[in-house]
T-cell receptor
Framework: EAQVTQNPRYLITVTGKKLTVTCSQN?????MSWYRQDPGLGLRQIYY???????DKGDVPEGYKVSRKEKRNFPLILESPSPNQTSLYFC????????????FGEGSWLTVV | AQSVTQLGSHVSVSEGALVLLRCNYS??????LFWYVQYPNQGLQLLLK??????LVKGINGFEAEFKKSETSFHLTKPSAHMSDAAEYFC?????????????FGTGTRLLVSP
């Protein structure tokens, strides 16, 4: 089954404790991306990647890091989480052509206390 | 700067009534346009997309949208609302001035359907 898998789905952590949210897709997609969803703000893009070793900042990259060492994986790293990073996070992927459907994971609820 | 505007954070309709959710974008060059639906506690599901083919696009669950270049709009409609349509709807755009690499979302419209 074609899917985008995120882990963990739910996490409560403390300020400053590094964490990684993993994202994996099994569709051989070139394009992968991370979004955060906050009430009233919709989804905002954090980082995206056009292919292995090619990443770029989205609209809200501060406080986040990403890497794309393999085509299927695109982890999101919070080096020193802060409460303002409490949010619902989505990973997404698609084939390279921009008109292609973008598939989303089920989301990761992150709370930083 | 590129932007996507969804008018109305909440839209209420009665079951059987017309659904109209509005989306406008800022670009003089036609972008790629998408509508996604999010049911409570779930991820996003694609309803339909415009990729420079027919301007009237039909999607799943009876939804359709019309691309109007002159109005820079891509409004979502459904002739007759069903209770199961209650969800949050997002318009999303890939703009040409970013090489279509960035996907920009509107702030979403929550559709409420009453019996």
């Amino acid at each position: 089954e074609a899917q985008v898998t995120q882990n963990p789905r739910y996490l409560i952590t403390v300020t400053g404790k590094k964490l990684t949210v993993t994202c994996s897709q099994n569709m051989n997609h070139e394009y992968m991306s991370w979004y955060r969803q906050d009430p009233g703000l919709g989804l905002r893009q954090i980082y995206y990647s056009m292919n292995v070793e090619v990443t770029d900042k989205g609209d809200v990259p501060e406080g986040y890091k990403v890497s794309r060492k393999e085509k299927r994986n695109f982890p999101l790293i919070l080096e020193s989480p802060s409460p303002n990073q409490t949010s619902l996070y989505f990973c997404a992927s698609s084939l390279g052509f921009p008109g292609n459907t973008i598939y989303f994971g089920e989301g990761s609820w992150l709370t930083v206390v | 700067a590129q932007s996507v505007t969804q008018l109305g954070s909440h839209v209420s309709v009665s079951e059987g009534a017309l659904v109209l959710l509005r989306c406008n974008y800022s670009s003089s060059v036609p972008p790629y346009l998408f509508w996604y639906v999010q049911y409570p506690n779930q991820g996003l599901q694609l309803l339909l997309k415009y990729t420079s083919a027919a301007t009237l696009v039909k999607g799943i669950n009876g939804f359709e949208a019309e691309f109007k270049k002159s109005e820079t709009s891509f409004h979502l409609t459904k002739p007759s609302a069903h209770m199961s349509d209650a969800a949050e709807y997002f318009c999303a755009v890939r703009f040409p001035n970013t090489g279509f690499q960035k996907l920009v979302f509107g702030t979403g419209t929550r559709l409420l359907v009453s019996p």
